[in-house]
């Protein structure tokens, strides 16, 4: 029975460490599905972008992940505003985001695909960093330090994020935005460029995340694919552009993954945020703290 | 023109198809030209519920699995009694077509409900939960993959494949029959409207959840029935090919690249994409054949956004540029309310 305990307590440690690394994938997405309303299919596909330029880095000139993931932020806020002023321009302009808006963000997501496995192959890659291989042991705890130092700094993103959106001016430009564009534009704001503002920090939340994401697992460009259902049913469970239920709905469903994985087999895992998903949608569309 | 002609002058274009690819007299345009069908039939189904309604619906690869893994069950089923050559593919194909419409159906229901995004956020995680349900399934071979033995010949036809290429072909021509069928009918201008403007539509009188419903059952059912031959195509099955989005982004980029208002977008876009595509593979690399798919889908979404069928009334009959089938929407400012959503919420 104490062994049985063991893997229990261990297993709910290891998924609130995953959820917190989930949260920082999740948080993107949450900006631009939760509060901009921007289906944004892609989010993935960014992420592994990061994830790549995380290792270009590493591999060529030994910087760490998650410092390069830092220095990459300009650039993938670029890259956002870039894509949102197409998205602007092409599609919430004429009033097409619903079925045509959608199919841009699924191209693109297939062009960053195939780009870069033209580029790198289909090997998976890794980063090479000191906290990756060591692990610590409280108690009968093990906390593998490769997913412990993500989830950190993971926190300390959504941390600043969340500050960013309550105490800034531009964030409460971006919390606005999503309620009334007249009233804002009233204040002599323009919207479109609060949106660009909004969209840009949600692409380059994935600079970060893709680094998390290289240094939990190899990495190759299609793996993408498997977070997609994951990271909109965590921003859905945790009330769509909440940062606060975001991270909640991220360890939830972190845990509940890997309880499943643990007691019934990997295999399972990945039904756990559909299931989480379809029950939200459901019985609870506004998700845990739905605004 | 009336149903009845344009079904008889369809089944006419398809026998000349088939008789043009018989004189051809190598089996390779079967085999291509069978992908090339199936694509045509996904498109029409993809369309019926994206370009008619705007629900855009990213599982197409798992209705589309959903179908095949049917076959595979019932081969495995019956198979033990030396009997699996003789059940005939349209059998197949109204098995896999009903599981993937009660599939279709349920997802519907329970998100059809909400905005526009949920039904297509949930469509992304559909694929991956049946995937995982058919991986821990081993009857229908589970991560390892079914084999399914493909008969030699079948009878009056000669080489299987030709029996696999007639039978798509027939499947074809009735999903483009239903979908201009529903096009012209009260349900395809409830479609539209819902399109259109889902709010204006509920307030007036259209029943949108029935409308969506049966669009997504009807979608799903179809993408189901393209499906069941599959197996019998392949002969090895695996869940993590049959469930990939590559199945997905080809089945939206199609009718989206063709024209998604009418019929016939998708028919001309599965036909030329898919041609591309194969030539492609051949020539190339498959890698590069899904590039050239998603840069071909971006492009026309925001250069063409009506297709080539648009393009052509364009250029024919000098339709108005902004007529996009939407509100009409200002091109000096931004519009002034935000759309609140891809849909507008309807009473739940």
């Known amino acids: ?291 | 023109m009336r149903t009845l002609p344009f079904l008889v002058i369809s089944l006419v274009v398809a026998g000349l198809v088939f008789a043009g690819a018989l004189a051809v007299g190598n089996d390779y345009i079967f085999f291509a030209g069978y992908v090339v069908l199936q694509y045509v039939v996904l498109s029409t189904a993809w369309n019926i519920l994206g370009g008619y309604c705007g629900y855009v619906n990213f599982g197409t690869g798992a209705f589309f699995a959903l179908g095949a893994y049917s076959t595979v069950a019932i081969y495995n089923l019956i198979g033990k009694n030396e009997l699996s050559h003789v059940i005939p593919i349209p059998v197949l194909m109204l098995v896999g077509g009903i599981v993937s419409g009660i599939v279709g159906f349920g997802m519907g229901y329970l998100t059809l409900r909400l905005r526009g995004a949920f039904f297509s956020i949930a469509t992304l995680a559909l694929a991956v939960v049946l995937e995982t349900l058919i991986v821990n399934w081993d009857y229908v071979g589970g991560s390892r993959g079914a084999y399914i033995l493909r008969p030699e010949n079948a009878p009056l036809i000669g080489s299987y494949v030709r029996y696999l290429f007639l039978t798509m072909l027939l499947l074809a021509v009735g999903s483009l029959v239903i979908a201009r069928l529903i096009e012209r009918s009260r349900l395809g201008y409830g479609m539209a409207t819902i399109r259109d403007d889902e709010l204006a539509a509920e307030a007036s009188g259209v029943p949108t959840l029935r409308v969506k419903l049966i669009a997504t059952t009807i979608s799903g059912a179809l993408m189901g029935m393209a499906g069941a031959p599959f197996p019998y195509y392949i002969g090895y099955l695996q869940p993590d090919s049959t469930f990939a989005l590559d199945y997905a982004i080809n089945a939206i980029a199609m009718p989206l690249i063709g024209g998604t208002s009418t019929w016939i977008g998708p028919l001309i876009g599965a036909i030329l994409l898919d041609s591309l595509q194969q030539l492609i593979t051949v020539t190339i690399s498959s890698a590069v054949n899904l590039l050239i798919v998603g840069c071909l889908l971006v492009a026309f979404v925001i250069l063409a956004p009506n297709g080539i069928v648009g393009l052509f009334q364009k250029y024919f009959q000098h339709k108005d540029d902004d007529f996009v089938g939407r509100r009409p929407a200002s091109l000096d400012e931004p519009p002034a309310v935000a759309p609140s959503g891809s849909a507008p919420e309807s009473p739940a």
């Open chain 1, 1 to 291: 029975m104490i062994f049985s305990f063991d893997l229990l307590t261990n297993a709910i440690v290891s998924g609130i460490l995953i959820g917190g690394f989930y949260a920082a994938m999740a948080s993107g997405v949450s900006l631009s599905f939760g509060i901009l309303d921007i289906v944004n299919i892609a989010h993935p596909a960014f992420i592994i972008l990061g994830s790549y330029a995380a290792y270009m880095m590493n591999h060529d000139f030994g910087l760490d992940p998650i410092l390069t993931s830092i220095i990459m932020l300009p650039a993938f806020y670029a890259l956002g505003a870039g894509i949102y002023q197409i998205y602007y321009v092409a599609f919430e302009k004429r009033g097409q985001e619903s079925l045509r808006g959608l199919a841009f963000f699924f191209g693109l997501l297939f062009i960053t695909e195939v780009t870069l496995v033209l580029y790198f192959g289909v090997d998976y890659r890794d980063v090479e960093a000191s906290y990756i291989g060591p692990t610590l042991h409280l108690a009968n705890i093990d906390i593998p330090l490769r997913i412990a130092v993500p989830c950190l700094v993971s926190l300390l993103l959504i941390a600043a994020l969340q500050l960013l959106l309550v105490r800034s001016f531009i964030g409460r430009a971006i919390m606005a935005v999503a309620q009334d564009q007249l009233a804002l534009r009233l204040m002599a704001v323009n919207p479109i460029r609060i949106k660009r503002i909004a969209f840009a920090i949600s692409i380059a939340t994935a600079s970060i995340a893709g680094a998390f994401l290289i240094i939990i697992q190899p990495v190759e460009p299609s793996v993408g694919r498997d977070y997609i259902g994951r990271i909109f049913a965590i921003c859905v469970l945790g009330g769509m552009g909440s940062l606060p239920g975001t991270v909640i709905a991220a360890m939830l469903i972190g845990v509940v993954e890997s309880l499943t994985s643990t007691f019934y087999g990997p295999s399972w895992a990945p039904a756990v945020s559909f299931g989480f998903l379809l029950l939200t949608l459901a019985v609870r569309p506004a998700g845990l703290l739905g605004r």
